[in-house]
C-alpha cells in the first residue's frame, strides 16, 4: 500500500546532531502510523550551509514544496516557533490536515487525523523587512518584519518601533521579502508601496489552493511581474491561464493531451512506440507553455483586463499606511531630538573668495 506523505515541523534548538536524532524519532512515530516521513531538518543541513542566505532561501523553497505535496502537516513536541507558525499558516491555507505528533499516535494506523490545529494562527501570505531609510544612512539597520496581510494598527506599531514617526525620520524601505507564495518575492521591490502590498496581499488571501497554483506557474513562467500593480492585476485575471498541477516534464504533458484529452488520434498499436516526449515538447512550444515547478501552465486566449490602475483603485480597508500617532509629550521629544540632531551636525565652512571677487 501506497502511504501517504506527512511533514513533519518542530523546534530545533540543538546541534545538527542532536536534531537529527530527535528527527529521526518524530519520523518513526509518523512511520508507525502508516505514514512516509518528511523532514528536511534530517537531511538539508547534510548539504545546506543556512548561514548563507541564498542557502537558507533555498531551504525555505525545497520545505515548503514538500509540505505541499503532503496528506497531513505533524506538529511536534511542545514549543511553538514561528518557523512552525509559518508551516501551520501554509498548511491551513492549502487545505493540508495540521495536526499534533500525539492526537496523530490516537488515530492508529493508516487513518487521517482529523481537519484542524488549535491555536493555529491566521495564515500570512508574505512578509517584508521594513528599514528605516534616515538610519540606514547613517549607518545603523533598524528595522523590523511585517506581515502581510496587515492593518494599519500593526504598520503604525512597527513604524513607531523603528522611528519612522513622521518626525524623527520619514522614509522606509524594504530590504527582504520572504512568504508562503513560491517565487513571489522575486517580484517585489525595496521601495514598494504598504498600501500596494496590502492590497496584493489581501486579493492573493481570497484565492483557492488551484488559483494560487496557477498564480505561482504563471509568475514563475514571467508573465506579469514587473510591478507590483501587474502582480494585482494578475490575481484577477487567473482565467487567462490554464494550469496542469504535476505535469513536470514534456513525457507527462503529451500523454495527457493523446490519452486523457484525446488531441491527436493515435492508433492503440502505435501508443507502445509513439514518442509522447516530443508530442509534448512540441505541444508546449506552440502553445508558448511553460513547465514550472508545480505544473504546466498555457494561456487560454481570454483578454488580460487591467482593473488595477494605481493607489485610487484599493480600497479603503486595504489600506494600511500612517504613521504613528504622538502624545504632544513624544512630539516635542521627537522635535528636540531633531534640533539636537541639526544642531551636532558640522557646519559648512564658506567657500573662500579669491582676489577677483573681494
Known amino acids: 500500500m501506497k502511504r501517504p506523505l506527512a511533514y513533519i515541523t518542530a523546534a530545533w534548538y540543538g546541534g545538527d546532531s542532536e536534531n537529527a536524532e530527535q528527527a529521526a524519532r518524530y519520523c518513526r512515530a509518523v512511520y508507525e502510523a502508516g505514514y512516509a516521513p518528511i523532514c528536511p531538518a534530517l537531511y538539508m543541513p547534510l548539504f545546506l550551509n543556512d548561514p548563507v542566505p541564498q542557502e537558507h532561501k533555498d531551504g525555505v523553497d525545497m520545505s515548503r514544496d514538500l509540505l505541499r505535496r503532503s496528506r497531513v502537516l505533524v506538529v511536534c513536541g511542545h514549543t511553538v516557533t514561528e ?23 490516537r488515530q492508529g494506523p493508516g487513518t487521517a487525523p482529523e481537519p484542524g490545529l488549535t491555536g493555529a494562527p491566521m495564515p500570512s501570505l508574505f512578509e517584508a523587512y521594513i528599514t528605516n531609510a534616515g538610519k540606514y544612512a547613517e549607518g545603523q539597520l533598524v528595522g523590523e518584519t511585517l506581515k502581510f496581510p496587515t492593518s494599519t494598527q500593526e504598520v503604525q506599531a ?32 525595496e521601495y514598494a508601496s504598504l498600501d500596494e502590498l496590502n492590497h496584493l496581499a489581501c486579493l492573493l488571501s481570497e484565492l483557492s489552493p488551484e488559483e494560487i497554483a496557477t498564480f505561482e506557474a504563471v509568475i514563475n513562467k514571467g508573465d506579469h511581474t514587473s510591478s507590483v500593480a501587474e502582480l494585482i492585476n494578475l490575481t484577477q485575471n487567473l ?30 498499436n502505435v501508443l507502445p512506440y509513439f514518442n509522447f516526449e516530443d508530442y509534448g515538447r512540441d505541444v508546449r512550444l506552440n502553445e508558448a507553455g511553460h513547465l514550472a515547478p508545480g505544473g504546466y501552465v498555457r494561456a487560454t486566449g481570454e483578454k488580460f483586463v487591467e482593473h488595477y490602475h494605481g493607489p485610487e483603485d484599493i480600497p479603503s480597508e486595504h489600506k494600511v499606511f500612517a504613521f504613528p500617532k504622538l502624545s504632544i509629550r513624544e512630539r516635542l521629544a521627537a522635535y528636540k531630538e531633531v534640533s539636537g540632531r541639526a544642531a551636532a551636525e558640522p557646519s559648512k565652512p564658506a567657500p573662500e573668495q579669491d582676489h577677483d571677487n573681494r
Not at 512597527?158 to 522611528?163: A, M, S, V
Not at 518626525?167 to 517580484?187: A, C, K, M, N, Q
Not at 513525457?251 to 492508433?267: F, N
Request: net charge negative.
Open 239 to 268: 482565467d487567462c491561464y490554464e494550469f496542469f498541477p504535476g505535469v513536470d516534464d514534456d513525457e507527462t504533458l503529451g500523454r495527457i493531451y493523446v490519452e486523457e484529452m484525446e488531441m491527436l488520434d493515435v492508433p492503440e
Open 83 to 105: 518557523a512552525m507558525k509559518n508551516d501551520i499558516a501554509v498548511a491551513q491555507r492549502l487545505g493540508i490536515t495540521a495536526t499534533t505528533l500525539e492526537h496523530f499516535d
Open 158 to 189: 512597527l513604524l513607531k518601533r523603528i522611528g519612522v514617526d513622521g518626525v524623527r525620520y520619514e522614509e522606509y524601505f524594504i530590504t527582504s521579502f520572504d512568504g508562503d507564495v513560491l517565487g513571489l518575492y522575486d517580484h517585489l521591490y
